[in-house]
């Protein structure tokens, strides 16, 4: 009798711990390698060129500081150029100037793109139409082209706002598309019908019910601006058409380019600030593509 009943209890209790259901753990954001990796890179870029000029009272950009061509010493950690300069602080001064551009440019395309795009996504009609119609415009204009006949008009007096103002002005169409089809295809979801016969405003549902959804995109689309932003004004800077005398990225390429660093011995010149900009762009990459990851992950475990 006693056996039978420890073989009924058996029975009962397989079943229940059978259906218990799994817990599973929702990711951490810096579990993954690739995010902790590039936010190291990029903590040690901005806490760098920050807090490092902080230490100096010599403007890098002024020319005929020191002595032209000095090797590199415990002085000058990148010895000096033919300007009289110091290559290691205009280079730590040149990534911070191009760090703040690519933050403002991106801060200024991402909310126009993210605003236009679920605007249009959501509202639809006339307004969508409207919207899409000055989009494809900004869309077919080739930017290069408008951005070198732009600065040739402003050279040299081309300063950080008006770059930042253009890059806006020609970077905000691809971002507002990519959102407006992704509000396109949450407008007739369930949860946002529901929303909107309970009353809700169209700026409620907007924010409330579909811009979480956009949120992971927006992100990444930031962290993506920042490199165009600088890559676009390096690329201006290279060829003369920004404000060279600002250090940034592309101006120190500038100048080492156009007093022949490679040739002349002055290699530091040349190779600093190519290194610095690859592993910046690494360190962006990797915060990009490391997030897009984790929230990938996310939404399969929630």
Do not use: C
């Amino acid at each position: 009798m006693s056996s039978t009943l420890r073989l009924r209890r058996g029975s009962n209790s397989a079943p229940a711990e059978r259906a218990a259901p799994e817990k599973r753990e929702r990711p951490k954001l810096l579990s993954n390698l690739r995010l902790k990796l590039g936010i190291v890179i990029l903590a040690i870029f901005v806490i760098g060129s920050f807090t490092l000029p902080l230490f100096t009272a010599v403007d890098p950009s002024q020319q005929g500081t020191y002595f032209k061509n000095l090797p590199v010493s415990g002085q000058h950690l990148l010895g000096t150029n033919a300007l009289g300069q110091d290559i290691f602080w205009f280079l730590v001064f040149a990534i911070r100037n191009s760090l703040l551009l690519g933050v403002i440019t991106s801060i200024g395309i991402t909310i126009i793109s993210t605003l236009v795009g679920l605007s249009a996504g959501y509202i639809g009609g006339w307004y969508e139409r409207l919207i899409m119609l000055v989009i494809d415009a900004f869309i077919t204009i080739p930017v290069l082209p408008i951005l070198i006949i732009l600065s040739t008009l402003v050279r040299g007096n081309t300063s950080f706002l008006i770059v930042g103002v253009i890059l806006i002005v020609f970077g905000w169409a691809w971002g507002a598309r990519t959102v407006r089809s992704m509000a396109l295809s949450l407008r007739e979801r369930e949860f946002v019908n529901v929303a909107r016969f309970s009353g809700a405003s169209t700026f409620r549902i907007i924010v409330h019910e579909i811009f979480p959804y956009v949120y992971a995109y927006t992100v990444v689309h930031f962290i993506n601006t920042i490199l165009f932003a600088i890559n676009t004004e390096a690329a201006l800077a290279v060829i003369g058409l920004s404000k060279v005398e600002v250090p940034t990225l592309g101006s120190i390429l500038f100048w080492a380019l156009n007093y022949n660093a490679l040739f002349s011995g002055q290699i530091t010149w040349l190779i600093g600030p190519i290194v610095a900009t690859v592993l910046l762009f690494l360190g962006l990459f990797l915060v990009s593509t490391g997030y897009n990851e984790f929230s990938a992950t996310r939404r399969g475990v929630a």
